[in-house]
């Protein structure tokens, strides 16, 4: 048995994205009465149940959200109607408004459209976002008191505010009012504004408690015209900037997210803001036709604006604002200039809109190239000083000179995923001041964790799955331990893997268009409203290369009754595992190729792991099969030093015991991951077996007992 077992032993493993997958509990039956009423197959309806529906009455108000009834913003925002009062005395006395907006797309979508609804109320406004580089998030006293000199009367935020206690006090002191319109996360402390407009400050039952920053001015911006009964032409233009910023904010697609994105992807094609289809055509979602096109074609300073864009009128959907449209004004918010933004959303000129929508596109192609040598570089950083302590911390805080701070949000992201634990990522102001991001994973929450560590910072704000943070530099070995310190409070060693949520299992036959077409019924998707993730077991790899910046494409093959089916699959960023082993278990997401004007399905890959039906008997599991007329225990020398081990009855079957000269155990049970080490099971550490420290004893003594019972 030994010869069979040490060649597999001796294998290099193969590299695999290093995930945890948690696939739904399939409920067969109840999918198959909800597919009966609803008229859909028993996958979409499980996906249904997966996402908390689960009668008729529900999946209808899920699939027809137009079919809701929707209560009254004024009777759901207790500050609304005070809001709505004082910009109506605003106009009516031509007092200045100015808005204090982000340089995120939520904040730029939110300000230019409260700057179009309010111009076409008759409002005199005008706005300010503070620097990304010298001032960071949210409103400040320097904004402040140049609003005060320029004879401003009232301050209206947007997609920040909430955490600005002494700008906002020091607004009052100057006599200006001020309304906040904001969704992150509740401070201790709420600023001295005449008015507040937050969605966590209203029940979490509302179908309103999940908009975004956007939200909340469309929503202000609505009220205010119906109150002025000015609303012709003014809701559809609003529509569209509330679906980009809302998308691209990564807010929840439920209660009224869902019904007003629902709305926008329609109208976004046929928009007739210049700056919407100007960022379109750049982008290119879809495919464009030029019209009446002026005598300077596409060159000159007049360009393309002096011929009309149409975009073929179908619907949009999320991931064409959050992979294409989104980040083009995240990019310029990130590294250029936001004005650009606000005057490619506010303005009605098609030659200026073409203009900027064109500098929005360069300064997204310098953000890419920023992002890339960022990443590389953190990655190297934190292979050299973090990667063997990670398990003991629980939570990366990477800080690094010469880093641009308007992209290290997304960098944080990627070490995300790669290392499958909380990351703090910051760079230095200057010799004092550090200024960051931070990205979390489910069981992390990174509002709490900058809570947590409220003493040692400066400005901070932000909610469960990211944030924002200053700090004075001398305070970078308390906040890495203080982090460290809440990161073990509320995490297990199990938490630290990616997790993917698996959705259902789908052989290759039963995807096809029909179920494609099915699956659009759950559309729009985003956060809340994921899109389906499906698996399938023991795929061939037939085909595979890299393309473009180290991703894989592949073709994939099942054998299902001796018939094969075969789909193209992409993998995004998979560089780090080329070439892929023959045969797998995979996790995708559906997606549809217009190549050359034909429809196709392909998989978007986001996990691959070795084929569990490849390995009828895996060699680690043969040891607890074998049957023995005495116990299996024996002692083995492991690193000089003397072990004993043993394989041991348990509650669920057997279990492997390894025990060190100094009276420590380590379990492990067959098919788990996840072992125990202590002296007794009352204090025993939850481990990951798969660290090279302990699956190399574990393999140690595995041999030594599967050579005990070859002798016997």
């Not at 000159?300 to 989104?326: M, Q, T």
């Not at 005057?343 to 992002?371: F, I, P, V």
């Amino acid at each position: 048995m030994l010869d069979r077992i040490a060649p597999e032993l001796s294998k290099p493993r193969q590299r695999l994205p290093n995930q945890r997958w948690q696939i739904h509990l399939q409920k067969a039956e109840l999918a198959q009465k909800l597919a009966i009423t609803t008229n859909l197959s028993p996958i979409v309806a499980q996906l249904l149940i997966n996402r908390g529906i689960e009668t008729p009455e529900q999946a209808q108000a899920f699939l027809e959200p137009e079919s809701l009834n929707l209560p009254s913003p004024l009777a759901e925002f207790p500050d609304l109607a005070m809001s709505v009062e004082l910009l109506q005395e605003a106009i009516a006395s031509q007092s200045k408004i100015a808005i204090c907006g982000d340089y995120d797309a939520d904040g730029m979508t939110s300000t230019a459209l409260l700057l179009r609804s309010l111009r076409s109320l008759g409002a005199q406004v005008d706005y300010a976002i503070p620097s990304r580089m010298h001032e960071g998030y949210g409103i400040n006293k320097r904004i402040v008191e140049e609003f005060h000199s320029e004879g401003v009367r009232l301050i209206l935020t947007v997609d920040n505010g909430i955490s600005a206690y002494e700008p906002i006090a020091r607004a009052k002191e100057l006599g200006l009012s001020v309304i906040i319109t904001d969704h992150h996360d509740i401070p201790q402390k709420l600023p001295p504004a005449d008015a507040i407009l937050n969605p966590k400050l209203i029940a979490e039952s509302s179908p309103y408690r999940g908009v975004a920053g956007v939200g909340v001015a469309y929503i202000l911006a609505v009220s205010l015209a119906q109150k002025l009964e000015k609303t012709k032409g003014l809701i559809q233009p609003m529509l569209a900037l509330f679906t980009l910023g809302t998308i691209a904010d990564l807010a929840p697609l439920t209660g009224v997210n869902r019904r007003w994105v629902k709305r926008g992807l329609k109208l976004l094609p046929k928009s007739q803001l210049p700056g919407v289809q100007a960022l379109i055509q750049v982008a290119g979602v879809q495919a464009t036709e030029a019209r009446e096109q002026g005598k300077k074609g596409a060159g000159g300073a007049g360009g393309a604006g002096e011929g009309k864009l149409r975009v073929h009128p179908k619907s949009l959907k999320p991931e064409d604002i959050g992979f294409r449209l989104g980040p083009r004004i995240n990019a310029v918010g990130r590294i250029g200039d936001p004005l650009t933004v606000i005057e490619l959303l506010t303005t009605d000129d098609e030659g200026m809109a073409l203009e900027r929508a064109m500098q929005c596109e360069q300064a997204n192609t310098s953000r890419q190239q920023m992002c890339e040598q960022i990443e590389q570089e953190a990655i190297a950083y934190v292979e050299s000083q973090f990667v063997s302590t990670l398990q003991q911390d629980r939570v990366l805080v990477v800080i690094q000179s010469d880093w641009h701070h308007g992209v290290i949000g997304i960098v944080a992201s990627r070490l995300v995923e790669r290392y499958g634990v909380p990351v703090f990522i910051g760079t230095y102001e200057d010799e004092e001041l550090i200024r960051g991001s931070a990205r979390g994973i489910p069981e992390f929450n990174i509002f709490a964790a900058l809570e947590y560590c409220h003493d040692l910072l400066g400005k901070y704000g932000g909610h469960k799955a990211a944030g924002g943070f200053s700090f004075p530099s001398a305070n970078l070995p308390g906040l890495r331990s203080r982090l460290c310190e809440f990161a073990n409070q509320c995490l297990e060693l199990q938490h630290l893997k990616p997790l993917l949520k698996i959705d259902a299992q789908a052989n290759f036959h039963q995807i096809n268009q029909e179920l494609y077409q099915q699956l659009n019924s759950l559309h729009p998707c985003g956060i809340d409203n994921p899109d389906p993730i499906f698996w399938t077991s023991n795929v061939q790899v037939v085909e595979q290369q890299t393309i473009g910046k180290g991703h894989i494409k592949t073709t994939l093959s099942q054998t299902i009754d001796g018939q094969q089916y075969q789909f193209k699959a992409i993998a995004w960023r998979w560089r780090d595992y080329f070439p892929l082993p023959p045969r797998l278990d995979i996790a995708y997401k559906l997606r549809e190729n217009h190549f050359n004007g034909n429809p196709s399905l392909e998989l978007e890959l986001l996990g691959a792991r070795l084929a569990q039906e490849q390995f009828s008997e895996p060699s680690n599991l043969q040891l607890f099969h074998i049957t023995s007329p005495k116990p299996l225990r024996t002692t083995f020398k492991y690193n000089q030093r003397q072990y004993t081990c043993g394989v041991y009855p348990n509650n669920s079957g057997k279990e492997l015991r390894i025990k060190n000269p100094d009276g420590k155990v380590l379990v492990m049970q067959p098919g788990r991951t996840i072992g125990l080490l202590g002296t007794s099971r009352e204090d025993a550490l939850e481990i990951d077996l798969s660290l090279p420290v302990y699956d190399s004893i574990i393999q140690a003594a595995m041999q030594a007992l599967l050579a005990l019972s070859s002798e016997s």
